[in-house]
């Protein structure tokens, strides 16, 4: 008897007690956060010929035979990590995060790179994202940018036009990934306020403050009228060539001086056949600081004309401090007794609209106008000066009326008619005011200034267009009271609701929390109300995860089997979802584990037991000769 059967037996122990050592690491890391289980893989170890087999022999009538074969016992082939998914662990701490599916979190430690599935993070003091092991966890960091737009195309200071400076944080991903360092003391710059988006209601009921639509406008001829008026002047000789159509609206000049507008047809007629285009009614306009060389307005009597609604908004500035503009709103034409809107004209709905800086509760006067129907745009000249509009500039505007079409819906867009549009033509733009209406000084940008730079506002009052075709996205004029058809059911319209739904300014804001969403995205949440995103990690995997080389701390490197790295985002190229609150569990299976347990114990005892009898034979032989 040879000795084989002693060395597989030994064989077997020591591939048991590997084996038992793998199954006892498991067990003891079941709650270990990321955890990747391993498994033993064994093979027979070696083969002992004993005897070749052979083939059939036809001509001695001989058949094959099988080769004789001992097997020499079993080895340890390979340690194989398992990377199932864990479960998913609900934590509640904003800053854990668990993977679901495929990828890696990049950790660095010096010049060391690492993988790892543990997403137990936080910030330390310096604001850099780490892991619990105070690795920096890799990805995108958001920096500030300063974006710089013309508000025209010349200021008052020669050689030095009119910028806004829109800073904000901005996150970029097509660069080198880096540490993610996000400081718990952040503030987020203020941003001034360059859009204002109207909705509502204006009454089409409303009745004009003089009768036959016409109304009173500003300035007259010879003088400025004596009577109370709004700010809106005609040039015949300037505007007739341009595109005052005398088939829609006509001037008329009043006895007592002033300018009145006869609406004699329908303002809402498309700019060509069969378009949902408006035509422009370039129906006048007036400089600003000419306007504000009087105050006999509407505005300004004791007590005020009261308009058909009114309503205000706070805006911020490139500084983020606050300021309110109020707006106010007239119907210029009288529908009349029947208070039903001609298709054809002249009774389409038509207001007048302005607008005051009321900052700390001033009241709207012609010292604080800054805009509106009729109002020169983008003119920061001088506010004393009566520069007129240069045609050969661009960027300068005439106020028009904002009118409605028959059916109630938006027919324009609240008082812009440029000139410099495909081939020299006038094209509606949206309006735009000032604030402060003139800048008296030279902007310096990036914020911070030496004040705050001047304002650009555009006033948005929903998308125009012609009758049946016009849009009811923002302001619209149905009669109070009156039911409309909306989305196939009669809705009630109510009293007069024109509003400011939204403006995108605001001011600087401190960071009060974060968030992951999905994409690995850092949401930080400010007090000023907005949400920014500050950061995303990024994430990695290899062509082949089983050649990773496990370094303990549930980190991972690469090794020459492992393949090729990529990096990406979460939710692309393969890569997994982020889940912020979360953490992935270790993907011990203590029922499998438990199991292989007994079976490594029994294999263990039966190779000890085969040892023990080989050893027992042994002393037999060796007891055969005495």
Do not use: C
């Amino acid at each position: 008897m040879s000795l084989e059967a002693l060395y597989t037996g030994v064989s077997g122990l020591q591939a048991t007690s590997t084996w038992m050592d793998i199954i006892g690491n498991n067990i003891a890391n079941s709650n270990t956060v990321g955890f990747k289980s391993s498994r033993a893989m064994f093979s027979e170890q070696l083969t002992q010929f004993l005897q070749y087999g052979t083939s059939p022999n036809n001509q001695s009538g001989n058949g094959g035979t099988d080769s004789e074969v001992i097997g020499l016992g079993t080895k340890l082939q390979d340690i194989q990590t398992l990377f199932v998914q864990g479960p998913t662990l609900e934590t509640g701490i904003s800053t854990d995060i668990s993977i679901q599916g495929n990828g890696f979190l990049i950790a660095k430690q010096g010049n060391q790179t690492y993988l790892t599935r543990d997403g137990q993070l936080s910030f330390d003091a310096n604001g850099n994202l780490v892991n619990a092991s105070g690795e920096l966890i890799q990805g995108y960091t958001a920096v500030p940018q300063f974006l710089k737009t013309g508000l025209n195309t010349y200021s008052n200071i020669p050689g030095q036009p009119a910028l806004i400076t829109d800073a904000s944080l901005t996150l970029n991903t097509t660069g080198t990934i880096g540490n993610i360092q996000i400081p718990q003391d952040l503030t987020m710059p203020p941003k001034a306020t360059s859009e204002i988006n109207f909705s509502g209601n204006l009454d089409a009921l409303q009745q004009a403050n003089q009768p036959g639509g016409i109304v009173d406008l500003f300035p007259g001829f010879p003088a400025p009228n004596a009577s109370p008026s709004l700010p809106l002047g005609l040039d015949l000789a300037y505007f007739g060539p341009v595109g005052l159509n005398p088939q829609k609206a006509q001037p008329i000049i009043l006895p007592g001086g002033g300018i009145a507008i006869q609406q004699v047809g329908n303002l809402a007629g498309p700019a060509a056949p069969g378009s949902s285009t408006v035509e422009p009614v370039v129906l006048g306009a007036v400089n600003l600081g000419f306007v504000k060389a009087f105050n006999n307005f509407a505005w300004d009597q004791n007590p005020p004309i009261p308009p058909a609604d009114e309503t205000s908004t706070t805006v911020y500035d490139s500084l983020g401090n606050p300021h309110q503009i109020t707006f106010l709103f007239y119907q210029v034409n009288d529908l009349g007794s029947a208070g039903v809107n001609n298709p054809n004209g002249p009774n389409q709905v038509a207001y007048a609209w302005y607008a005051f800086d009321t900052t700390g509760g001033q009241k709207p006067t012609t010292a604080n106008l800054l805009g509106g129907t009729g109002i020169w745009e983008g003119n920061l000249s001088n506010p004393g000066g009566l520069t007129f509009y240069d045609r050969n500039q661009n960027n300068f505007y005439f106020g028009d009326l904002l009118y409605f079409n028959t059916d109630g819906s938006l027919a324009s867009t609240g008082g812009t008619e440029g000139i410099g549009g495909p081939g020299g033509l006038a094209y509606p733009s949206i309006p735009e005011i000032y604030l402060p209406p003139f800048n008296s000084n030279p902007p310096v940008s990036p914020i911070p200034t030496d004040g705050a730079e001047i304002m650009g506002i555009q006033i948005n009052f929903g998308t125009p267009g012609v009758l049946t075709q016009g849009q009811r996205n923002g302001l619209i004029s149905d009669a109070e009271g009156s039911y409309q058809v909306k989305n196939g059911q009669q809705v009630y319209i109510p009293q007069q609701t024109a509003y400011v739904s939204s403006q995108n300014g605001y001011p600087d804001g401190q960071l009060e929390s974060l968030s992951f969403n999905q994409t690995g995205v850092i949401q930080g949440a400010f007090s000023n109300g907005q949400n920014v995103s500050l950061g995303q990690v990024a994430l990695a995997n290899v062509e082949n995860t089983g050649g990773l080389n496990a370094n303990g701390n549930n980190q991972f490197t690469t090794s020459t089997n492992s393949g090729a790295t990529f990096e990406g985002l979460a939710g692309q190229n393969g890569l997994g979802l982020v889940q912020g609150g979360t953490l992935e569990g270790s993907n011990v299976n203590l029922a499998t584990e438990l199991s292989n347990m007994i079976i490594a114990q029994e294999a263990f005892n039966s190779n000890a037991r085969t040892v023990t009898t080989v050893n027992q034979v042994l002393k037999v032989l060796d007891q055969l000769g005495q």
